[in-house]
């Protein structure tokens, strides 16, 4: 099953399940949230702290909805509706690439992949993305979970801020109490090291680097554009409405890309529900019929780099112009 067919799945179960899962949960409305008319209000101005600083709290999801249809997300109509739909803008070419699940720059977009990289999303893509972490229930990676179509729940305090993701149920630190990047060759993580300080009041900036960066681990997104250990990940978190979260994304990984490039991720309050509990491996059933990634086999997940063997080598890299002759 590819991820694909997996988070269509998911999806569908949990549309089917709505009305059961709305009777698990006790009906409990998110508190401070402005209403009118006992409806939220997500188009004022975000929440603060007590020294001033916007307030990222809140369980948020895509922008273009998910969830599997669940919750009541910013930009709703009158009773959850979704609002009539606008004819889109024509597209900005200067605009920072909207990211997605499937394409970490969105489609369109062409990476600025290194030869061996670009050969190794081609190899992915081949065999239907069935490596990608996701299909084995191992954490899926910063930017696959800022883009994956369940929800997850931002929790800042003063000097550490939480993020919990639904899928996988995978969690994230963000020191925020001023501590340098670690200089002691720490053992890599799943989802790297990250470090927060705030740009004025309104944007908090999250640096995360030590990554793991092997071939279980290192995908950006569905289709297999690849990381290393070498990524550095810088995050801008805004708020600009209640109801609205803004992340600009820089990739810079010196190994795999050839510049450092930004995305940028929307994402929507949810209001007057829950997080639900996912346990990826119970009852799982589908990897039985997919052949497993020689790591499963060997036990030693090979490094991502230009210097591991791939099935099909990769494109010589495109020489540097030659400079012009000196006047």
Known sequence: MTVYSRTAVAAAVALAFSASLAAQWPSYPTPDVPRKDGKPDLAGPAPRTADGKVDLSGIWQTGGGGGGGRGRGAGAGPGGAAPPAQPAPPPDPNAIPISSFSEVAG???????????AALKNERMADNMKDNPDVWCLPIGIMQYHNHPQPRQIVQTKNLTLITYESNYGLRYIYTDGRPAPNNDPTPWWFGYSRGWWEGNDTL???????????????????GSPYTDALKMTERFRRPTFGTLQ????????????????VRVNQRLMVDQEMIEFIC??????????VPPAWVKSGTPRQLGPDMPLKTPAAPATPAAPAPPAK
């Open 107 to 117: 489609r369109g977009f062409a990476l600025p992949l290194q030869p061996w990289a």
């Open 281 to 290: 491996n119970e009852n799982e059933r589908s990897t039985d019929n997919i």
């Open 247 to 262: 992340i600009d994304i820089t990739i810079d990984d010196p190994k795999a890309y050839t510049k450092p490039f930004t």
């Open 205 to 223: 900036v999250v640096e995360t680097t030590n990554f793991l960066g092997d071939e279980r681990s290192g995908w950006l997104d569905v289709n």
